[in-house]
C-alpha cells in the first residue's frame, strides 16, 4: 500500500489528513486551534 504524502511546516510534520487542498506550489491545513468550528484561515 502506498504511504500518503507528508508536509511540513517548519520543524512540524503535517499528516495529509490535515491538509484540505494542495497545488505543486503549496498547501492549506487545518488550524489546531479554530477561533470558530470548521473556521480556516
Known sequence: MEEPPRYKFGPYKIDAREV???TPLSYAMVNL????????L
Open 20 to 22: 484540505f487542498h494542495a
Open 33 to 40: 486551534r479554530p477561533l470558530l468550528p470548521g473556521h480556516i
